[in-house]
């Protein structure tokens, strides 16, 4: 898990399931004793509750046994949701969207993302004088399917990035990274890659099960890999 740290909140991000829509917030009275920056520590460490220092064994336990976790239906389907019909009119351009950032984003082009068409984007986040901190874009690729890149300016927002160790299982360009698969009941799936830089959080994610096609996670860690350094 990356854990998002906000001023008296803590973001659970990808905690589980599905990234930022699934961040949970806490009250968080040690959160000056946290490390600026980005850190990396035991869960057994980490100042969160007890449920979901569990809900962290279990999802190591079962990504070194299996290769995948147990997640609810509804962690899997984010990308379906955002892209039905009913919330078309939510989807800005891109440079809409990048037009409503405090920063600019990362930009892309010259890289394997020009093989996939941009759908289109959404912002999110905190807001600093009519800005937002978040930017999420959406790629239709060939073989991928639709692939999410999620991208948290974080230091606009005074948080802190914290890595749960035993979750480092990749890199991007040399940072720890984290690769997860997230299974339903029902067998549908999402694959994602997090990892956070001085600056910014990224996330990639595609509703594929990379536990069960290899190449899945080879095509996330190109696409994490190609974006330049912020």
Known sequence: MI????KLRIMIADNV???DLCDRTLASPSF???EEGVSIVSYKD???PQLFKDMTEKAVKEMEERGYTSVEESNVRTISRVLEPRFKDLMLSYDEAANQLVKEPANLEGTPFNDGELLGAHTGGSNHDGKWTNISRFYKFDDLGVVELGETDYITSRGRIQMTQELINEDVNGIPA????NVSNSEAAVSLVSWATDSKKYVLYVEKNGAKDEGVKQRLLELARSIPAD
């Open 32 to 34: 000056d004793t946290m």
């Open 178 to 181: 984290m690769y997860r698969v």
């Open 17 to 19: 399931g599905k990234g």
């Open 46 to 48: 980490q100042p969160i």
């Open 3 to 6: 854990y998002l740290l906000l």
